[in-house]
Structure formats: structure tokens, C-alpha cells
């Protein structure tokens, strides 16, 4: 008697099961989040410090009012990656003149730049707390980021990165613990220059041009879902706004009202958790939050020149040289970099209009989002949430 051979059939997967859920959840979850983490670079860690230091509890308002712009234009920025699956610079190419195109591309390469100098002056603030001068650390930082997106260790650096950036949340919520909330004075609205000149600081720190173009383009590749990437986004605007007000929150607790003009000062603001290792643990997490931001910024700005020229992917290493190049020099010839710092935070309020245009003109794009072109409520937010910023970077320079 011959037994009977069943076939053999492959398990069949319910792809509603938690299981298959947490490998899509897995496979999609990071542009969203790295962007929202890498927001909080040195150069926003600076002006967060500066700002608790100055001002203590009276700009926790307007840090708590950003987090709605910062959610709306990034939401933006994702979608049109969500749904188009191309990056912005390829969407201006494909959707715009050669004239328009290079409208585009030149305030994106400007705005690298800037983003580049702020990013190297915290790094070589950082790598100043270890005693470690700027012709030193600088040139050695820049081989190190070039290295990096040279040879494509993207992966490598992210989950790095991202690991260090989950240190720096414990540093702040473990000083805030220790240390403790004082009683100071209630947020208020002042309209004295250096207030206003931190409020356009702080705006111009939230949502900088690289970050629309890291979004835009790793959503496209990881094929993420509009939903899941509004969620993701909504969560790490939360979180980076969170994080900004806690340093704020830490700053204040230094004591004094004058701003402090130096490094060592501000890391005493992390001294109840540290001691005397404070400006070390300050150095170390200032370096990492700014190689977060310039491989993130490598990933999407300078992608998006090249996508938008039409060039081909093998010529973003010269994008990368040409615009870290005066980014390394201008720090080591500025004097005063936390001053230099701030200066750049306002400017990106300014640099921020175009791009801004950009993705404002293409989420609404019926042609190009179909059903997910903003509409309404979602079109009237993007707008005013973009006006919002710019208002305050014009408040700061009239003032």
C-alpha cells in the first residue's frame, strides 16, 4: 500500500497579524524620526541653552507653538515622498523650467552651506571642551564626514547616531530629575531686541531646508504609506520640540539673568548630573547631534541639488567637498561661535521661503498627489505654519 504524500504548503501569513505589522512598522519607521532627531543638532542644543540661560521659563510658549508648524511642513515634505516616490530635487526638475529649476537649486545649496558652517562651529565647540583647538578638530571632523558618505556607511552612522541621540534624551531627562524644576518666572512676550532676536533664532532652528529633503527622499525610497509617515511625523515633532523646551528647562537652572558668552557656562547646566565631567559630556553630545545633522544633510540636500541638475549620483561626493569646504573655514576664522551660531539660526528663517514655496506648491499639486494633495484645513495649515516662521525673522531684524 502506497502512502499518500500531502503537499506541502507554505504557512499562509495574515499580514494583519501584530507580527507582520511590526516587520512593516520596521521596514518603513526612520525618515520621520531621524529628521525630527536630527532637528535637534548642536546648533539648536546651542540655542536652546542660550535661551533657558537668558530667559529661562518666558520663551517655553513659542517652543510649545512650533511644534504645529514643525509637524505641518514636515507632514509635507513626507507626503510628496509618500506618494510620488521622488525627492524633491527630482519633482523641480521633472515639474519646473531650467530658470526655475536653478531658482531651486542655488538657495538649496546656500541654505547646505549655512547648515554645514552651524554644524562644524558646534562641533568645534564641542571638541573646544575637550581642550581640542579648531584647526585640529575641524579639518579632522571634515575627513570623518566625507569619509562617511563617500563610502556610503549611511546604515552605519544612522543606527550610531541615532543611538547616541537616545543618550542625549537620557542626559536631559536624568539632569532634569536630579536637579529638579524651580519655581521661576511664567512665560511672557517681550518685545526688546534680544528677545526677539531668540525667537527668531528658535524658529529658524525648527524646521531647516535639509530636513524637507532628507524627508522627502527617504520616505520615497523606504515606500513609506502617507499614514505612517504623518504619524511618524506627528511623533517626532512631539518629541524634538519636547527635547528643545527640557534644555530650555535645563539652562534655566543655571541661575543668573545675563546670557552666558561661553561653553564652559553653558555646560554647567548639566552639572547636577555630571560634576566636573559636565563640558566633556556637553562636548560629546554636541559633536554627535552635529554629525547626525551633516549626514543627514549630505542624504537630503545635497541629493537634491544633484537630482535636480540631472546629475548623476556618483557626482554628490563634489557637492558634498564644495559645500562642507566653507563651512570648515568660517569657524575657525569667526571669534565668537556661539554668537556665529545664533546669527545662522536666523538666517535659515530667510533661506527657509524658498524650499518652503517648494513643497508648499507641490503638496497641493493635484496632478502630482492626486487624493493626498493638500486641501483645505491641510493647505491653509501648511501656509500659515509657513508664514509663522518667517514673521519672526522679520520681527527679529526690524526690531
Not at 32 to 51: K, R
Not at 117 to 132: D, H, K, M, N
Not at 236 to 263: D, K, P, Q, R
Not at 361 to 372: N, R, T, Y
Amino acid at each position: 500500500m502506497i502512502a499518500e504524500h500531502a503537499t506541502v504548503r507554505p504557512p499562509v501569513v495574515d499580514r494583519n497579524t501584530w507580527a507582520a505589522r511590526l516587520v512593516r512598522w520596521r521596514a518603513a519607521w526612520g525618515p520621520g524620526w531621524l529628521v525630527m532627531i536630527a532637528d535637534v543638532d548642536a546648533a539648536s542644543v546651542l540655542t536652546a541653552l542660550e535661551t533657558g540661560a537668558t530667559y529661562r521659563y518666558e520663551m517655553i510658549w513659542f517652543l510649545l507653538a512650533l511644534t504645529i508648524p514643525l509637524f505641518f511642513i514636515q507632514e509635507a515634505a513626507g507626503r510628496i515622498g509618500a506618494v510620488t516616490k521622488k525627492g524633491l530635487g527630482t519633482l523641480a526638475r521633472e515639474n519646473y523650467t531650467r530658470r526655475q529649476t536653478w531658482a531651486v537649486v542655488l538657495p538649496m545649496a546656500g541654505a547646505d552651506v549655512a547648515t554645514y558652517v552651524a554644524e562644524y562651529a558646534g562641533i568645534a565647540i564641542g571638541l573646544g571642551l575637550f581642550g581640542i583647538s579648531p584647526l585640529v578638530s575641524l579639518p579632522l571632523a571634515f575627513a570623518l564626514h566625507i569619509g562617511i558618505v563617500a563610502h556610503g556607511r549611511y546604515v552605519w552612522a544612522e543606527r550610531i547616531l541615532l543611538g547616541v541621540s537616545a543618550g542625549l534624551i537620557l542626559v536631559i531627562v536624568a539632569t532634569l530629575l536630579l536637579r529638579g524644576v524651580p519655581a521661576y518666572s511664567p512665560p511672557v512676550i517681550s518685545a526688546s531686541p534680544s528677545y526677539l532676536f531668540l525667537l527668531a533664532a528658535n524658529a529658524g532652528a525648527v524646521v531647516m531646508p535639509f530636513m524637507l529633503f532628507f524627508q522627502s527622499s527617504a520616505t520615497a525610497e523606504k515606500q513609506g504609506s502617507v499614514r505612517f509617515t504623518r504619524n511618524e511625523t506627528l511623533v517626532g515633532a512631539v518629541v524634538s520640540e519636547g527635547l528643545m523646551i527640557a534644555l530650555v528647562m535645563v539652562a534655566a537652572g543655571v541661575g543668573g539673568t545675563a546670557s552666558f558668552t561661553s561653553a564652559h557656562g553653558l555646560a554647567s547646566a548639566i552639572s547636577p548630573l555630571a560634576g566636573a565631567w559636565a563640558p566633556y559630556l556637553l562636548g560629546a553630545a554636541l559633536v554627535a547631534a552635529a554629525f547626525l545633522a551633516l549626514v543627514v544633510i549630505s542624504l537630503g540636500s545635497a541629493w537634491g541639488v544633484v537630482e535636480a541638475l540631472g546629475l548623476r549620483r556618483d557626482r554628490t561626493l563634489w557637492i558634498y567637498v564644495a559645500e562642507s569646504v566653507p563651512a570648515v573655514v568660517v569657524p575657525i576664522l569667526f571669534p565668537h561661535l556661539i554668537t556665529l551660531v545664533l546669527v545662522l539660526m536666523v538666517l535659515m528663517v530667510f533661506v527657509l521661503v524658498g524650499p518652503g514655496i517648494l513643497v508648499g506648491q507641490l503638496s497641493a499639486s493635484e496632478k502630482l498627489m492626486g487624493p493626498h494633495a493638500s486641501r483645505g484645513v491641510w493647505r491653509w495649515a501648511y501656509w500659515a505654519s509657513l508664514g509663522f516662521i518667517l514673521l519672526f525673522g522679520v520681527l527679529a531684524v526690524t526690531a
